[in-house]
Nanobody
Framework: QAQLEESGGGLVQAGGSLRLSCVAS????????MGWYRQAPGKQRELVAGITSGGSTKYADSVKGRFTISRDNAKNTVYLQMNSLKPEDTAVYYC?????????????????WGQGTQVTVSS
């Protein structure tokens, strides 16, 4: 199997920055996509950003121009640089990864989730 370990959450003032990291470990054949969802109390879970192993990216409209996702394929790690943070960015951020495994010549992809990290932006 595999696991995702997140780090980098914390408390910042509006306008500040945080950098989230997520490392995938295990017997992984390839990473199709990694990124973050977030969920605030009373809010719908939303995709924040995602990146494929080839570098294609996707962002929520609310974070475009402020957040940047990047990856280090050799380390199975993705980073989310969050700048110009706003109080509405406050949420639990969950790393996710669609990981492909090799099973005796057959490949299959499964969704994995990190434990979540709290991001709090004060007014």
């Amino acid at each position: 199997q595999a696991q995702l370990e997140e780090s980098g959450g914390g408390l910042v003032q509006a306008g500040g920055s945080l950098r989230l990291s997520c490392v995938a470990s295990g017997s992984i054949f390839s990473i199709k996509v990694m990124g973050w969802y977030r969920q605030a109390p009373g809010k719908q879970r939303e995709l924040v950003a995602g990146i494929t192993s080839g570098g294609s990216t996707k962002y929520a409209d609310s974070v475009k121009g402020r957040f940047t996702i990047s990856r280090d394929n050799a380390k199975n790690t993705v980073y989310l640089q969050m700048n110009s943070l706003k109080p509405e960015d406050t949420a639990v951020y969950y790393c996710y990864a669609d990981l492909t495994f090799d099973s005796g010549g057959y490949a299959y992809t499964s969704r994995y989730w990190g434990q979540g990290t709290q991001v709090t932006v004060s007014s």
